[in-house]
Every structure is written in structure tokens, then in C-alpha cells.
């Protein structure tokens, strides 16, 4: 079964700094991906970012990276250049059997200007 | 926009009482998953199905049913509420059944209070 643990409940950064967000993962399938969602207080889940276990390059979407290190399991989402819509809750997910997510639990992130 | 239409957007209910929560899927997308995100849960999948077919289960209450139709859109239905099905529910989308696809898209969620 996968697993994802975001270790980090809350977080706090200033505007226009970068933040980084864990996220371990531990999975038995070769090949998969990790997602990152981003839900602002108005509710809904936005896809940030994806990256595939066999990509080469690290994901890059924007202002949002992903630092992925196979080796140990760990996919950080990187949010430079911090602004304060950036302030939501963030989940890191991998996908399971029939491709249905596995969450984390999520870490609160607050931009303060 | 995910293009994942939700509805109704609220919810309020009374214990013991039936609601039907509905999704319809991206223009083409097959596979439709119902995820429940409370308080104490996170968020937990629920049921998957395939161009009308279920596909998976996971957490889900035996109070909870499922179904897709013809036209792809999907109905969850809820029935003998407790204070504790009170919950943001999602239903997201992909083409395919188990093909590896690098976006899953939300909907935007069904807000239920059950009073």
C-alpha cells in the first residue's frame, strides 16, 4: 500500500521569500507518480505540480519545483518568491491501486507580507 | 476551471436524513473517483468507477452508494446521515481506467452539514 507523510502541519514565510514543503512517500510500485495539491480556504483542490518516478528532470511548474530524491523517498514542493495568495493548505499525493490518490495529511501554509 | 462541475456547492442537512451529491466528469473522461475530506478523516478515497462500471472501493460506509451513468456523470448518495458525515466531498476525473495519467483534476467539492 503507498503512503505520504507531510511531517510539517503548519509553516510560516515572509512575502517574497521561498518556503519548502516536505513530503516522504513510500510506495512498492517501480513506476509512479507524486502530485501536489494546493486548497485555499474557499475549499477547492488545485493541481500544482506532478512528477513521474522515472522523469529525469526535476518538475517545474512556474514558481512551484519539485526537489524529488528517489533514493530517499522524498518529493519537496519549493515555492520561491512567496506571495500572499501562496497562503492555503498543501497536499502531497501518490496514486494507489486503480489510480486513486493517497493524501498526506497536509501542511498549513501562511504568507505574512 | 478543472472542468469538473459539482453539485450543489452546500449542503444542510438533519441526522437520519437521504441527500444525493452529484459530479460530471472533463469532456471525455471516463473514470470518475469520490474522495470524503473531514476534519478527523483527511482525505479519504471513496469509490471509483469506470464508464459505468465500479471499479474500487475504498472507505467507504455501507450507508454510501455510488453510480455512473450513460451520460458519464455520477451520483453519490448518502443516506441515514450522522453528525459525522459532515464533510467536504470531491469527486475528480481521468480519461481511463489504470492507464498512468500525470494530472488528476478536482472538482469543486460538495460542502455537507448535517445538523
Known amino acids: 500500500a503507498q503512503k505520504i507523510t507531510q511531517t510539517q502541519p503548519g509553516m510560516f514565510v515572509q512575502e517574497k521569500e521561498a518556503v519548502t514543503l516536505d513530503c516522504t512517500y513510500d510506495t512498492s510500485d517501480q513506476s509512479y507518480g507524486l502530485f501536489w495539491y494546493k486548497q485555499p480556504s474557499s475549499g477547492e483542490m488545485i493541481f500544482l505540480i506532478y512528477?513521474?518516478?522515472?522523469?529525469?528532470q526535476n518538475a517545474t511548474e512556474g514558481r512551484y519545483s519539485l526537489n524529488f530524491q528517489k533514493a530517499r523517498k522524498s518529493a519537496n514542493l519549493v515555492i520561491s518568491a512567496s506571495q500572499l495568495g501562496d497562503s492555503a493548505m498543501y497536499f502531497c499525493?501518490?496514486?494507489?491501486?486503480?489510480?486513486?490518490?493517497?493524501f498526506g495529511t497536509g501542511t498549513r501554509l501562511l504568507v505574512s507580507p | 476551471d478543472s472542468g469538473v462541475t459539482q453539485t450543489p456547492k452546500h449542503l444542510i442537512t438533519a441526522t437520519g436524513q437521504r441527500v444525493t451529491l452529484r459530479c460530471s466528469p472533463r469532456s471525455g473522461d471516463l473514470s470518475v473517483y469520490w474522495y470524503q475530506q473531514s476534519l478527523d478523516q483527511g482525505l479519504q478515497f471513496l469509490i471509483q468507477y469506470y464508464n459505468g462500471e465500479e471499479r474500487a472501493k475504498g472507505n467507504i460506509l455501507e450507508r454510501f452508494s455510488a453510480q455512473q451513468f450513460p451520460d458519464l456523470h455520477s451520483e453519490l448518495n448518502l443516506s441515514s446521515l450522522e453528525l459525522g458525515d459532515s464533510a467536504l466531498y470531491f469527486c475528480?476525473?481521468?480519461?481511463?481506467?489504470?492507464?498512468?495519467?500525470?494530472?488528476?483534476?478536482f472538482g469543486p467539492g460538495t460542502r455537507l452539514t448535517v445538523l
Open positions: 512528477q513521474g518516478s522515472y522523469d529525469e
Open positions: 475528480a476525473s481521468i480519461p481511463g481506467p489504470i492507464v498512468f495519467y500525470n494530472e488528476q483534476f
Open positions: 499525493a501518490i496514486p494507489g491501486d486503480f489510480q486513486k490518490l493517497v
